[in-house]
């Protein structure tokens, strides 16, 4: 398995840095990309023939495509992807500017569409290989104030994710989609999370999720970012990969509830709620 050649996007920092040096130490070859190369050698320290760090721009399709074609070249080709780069951004809706939604988007959402669209032509010539799109436990339930956006934005990985998945089964290529609780990362550091240009008077519960994932959460979550890049890993050796990949205890937990929560409301109006065809 330690001949696969793994893509880890967003790899200079958090779970995408973590998962890279799990990966060289266990001698796979790994392309790893940054905006920044010297960010991106310095995080990793590994300077050998199994590494190749790339500069790419995952929302600018000729800079995506120019770096696949760059790793093929090198590598031979591509057998696992992982879609790890992203950003959160916090503030109500009604706060959030149309543009800061929008680069939401484009980073979470749009950037990992480019990747899927320039590997999958060599993936599928292989008829064989697996891609991970990170997501986030706020990507299954959008219960948190403040991140509504980010939950939109990662609802939508979710989303695109399962289609994927059916379109890529007669080639023979696994796909899944992964939703972290909270692990302890720079995830929420100043330099992941962004905060909106203008906060409106009256979001007092806003403020407060905000504080407590600034000041509160962060450096404190319960997740370990190398046991769940081992994790991410051990789903490449099996038979029969899971499409949902939830990771954390935490995760689990919101899961359970949400799940709950959309079986009551399904009991609750089926009687009314399903009586809705043509009468015979």
């Known amino acids: 398995m330690n001949k696969q050649i793994w893509l880890v996007t967003g790899a200079s920092k958090g779970l995408g840095l973590t998962l890279v040096k799990r990966l060289l130490q266990q001698g796979y070859k790994v392309i790893a990309t940054s905006r920044n190369a010297a960010d991106l050698q310095k995080a990793a320290g590994a300077q050998s023939e199994q590494f190749l760090p790339l500069v790419m721009d995952i929302t600018n399709e000729d800079s995506v495509r120019k770096g696949i074609e760059t790793a093929v070249a090198q590598f031979g080709g591509i057998d696992v992807i992982v879609n790890n780069a992203g950003y959160g951004v916090v503030g109500a809706l009604e706060e959030l500017t149309d543009k800061e939604a929008r680069q939401n988007f484009d980073v979470n959402v749009f950037g990992s569409l480019n990747i899927i669209r320039a590997a999958l032509p060599y993936m599928r010539k292989k008829r064989s290989g697996h891609i991970f799109n990170i997501a986030s436990i706020g990507g299954f339930t959008g219960n948190f104030p403040g991140f509504g956006i980010y939950c939109a934005a ?21 796909v899944t989609v992964v939703s972290p609780g909270y692990f302890r990362t720079n ?73 709950a929560a959309v079986q009551k409301d399904l009991l609750s109006v089926k009687e009314l709620a399903t009586a809705t065809g043509f009468a015979n």
């Open 187 to 259: 995830f929420l550091d100043a330099g992941s999370l962004g905060i909106t240009s203008q906060q409106i008077e009256g979001y007092d519960h806003v403020r407060e999720v905000q504080n407590a994932h600034q000041h509160s959460i962060n450096n404190n979550q319960a997740g370990d970012p190398e046991k769940a890049a081992d994790v991410m890993i051990e789903v490449t050796k099996m038979e029969q990969p899971p499409l949902h990949l939830f990771l954390g205890q935490d995760a689990y937990n919101m899961a359970d509830v949400k799940i």
């Open 154 to 174: 990662k609802f939508a990985v979710h989303g695109f994710t399962e289609s994927l998945s059916a379109e890529m089964k007669p080639f023979g290529i696994d």
